[in-house]
């Protein structure tokens, strides 16, 4: 009985302290209050642009995946692919950190779970500039997961042992060994 309320207590708790995110026309709301702009980049393949309201850009949202056999599902994810972004500076020298994809079905936007993180962290001002100091504590929270378990796993199969069976099966036709 202690789990049941515990667990519906968990749930409402998140109901009313989760913040609502909305994108529509390019920006993104947080709670009904315009927040940032996130513009689809036209040359990369489900990557974004963050900027200010003011236009001014801020983050660059990188896709990238990976195959992890460990991920297989038959039914949804037959190959074991892995999907995330890669949070980087608005001139793509540096990366921040890591974040995975909303996985909702329906009436969400895949960067949802991004723009919470820079709400919850306080890590765009007011006036649309990058509070440094924030934004490295969030990195330093958040972290590259996805990088130490590609990682992880290139270890695993380059460590692993190859082993070559030789066919010794006897063959038709005549053997001759010559120097033997």
């Known amino acids: 009985m202690k789990k049941v309320l515990f667990g ?5 708790a ?3 302290f989760g913040q609502k995110v909305k994108l529509k026309k390019d920006i993104a709301s947080v709670d ?3 927040y940032v702009k996130v513009t689809e980049d036209p040359v990369s393949r489900y990557s974004y642009n963050v900027s200010s309201l003011n236009g001014n850009d801020i983050f660059y949202l990188k896709y990238n995946n ?3 056999p460990k ?3 038959y039914k949804y994810n037959r190959d074991g692919s892995v999907g995330y972004f890669e949070v980087m500076s608005a001139d793509l020298n540096t990366v921040y950190f890591e974040t995975h994809l909303t996985g909702c079905l329906m009436g969400c936007n895949i960067t949802d779970n ?3 993180m820079i709400y919850g ?3 765009v001002k007011d006036d649309g500039t990058l509070d440094l100091n924030r934004l490295e504590i969030l990195s330093k929270k958040v972290g590259f997961e996805y990088t130490k378990k590609r990682d992880e796993m290139g270890n695993v199969q380059n460590g692993a042992n190859t082993v070559i069976i030789q066919d010794s099966r006897p ?10």
């Open 14 to 16: 998140s109901l009313t």
């Open 66 to 68: 990976y195959k992890d």
């Open 8 to 12: 519906l207590a968990l749930i409402i």
């Open 32 to 34: 009904g209050k315009e």
């Open 71 to 73: 991920e297989v599902d």
């Open 114 to 116: 991004f723009i919470k």
């Open 171 to 180: 063959r038709n036709g005549f053997n001759i060994s010559v120097g033997r």
């Open 121 to 123: 962290g306080k890590v």
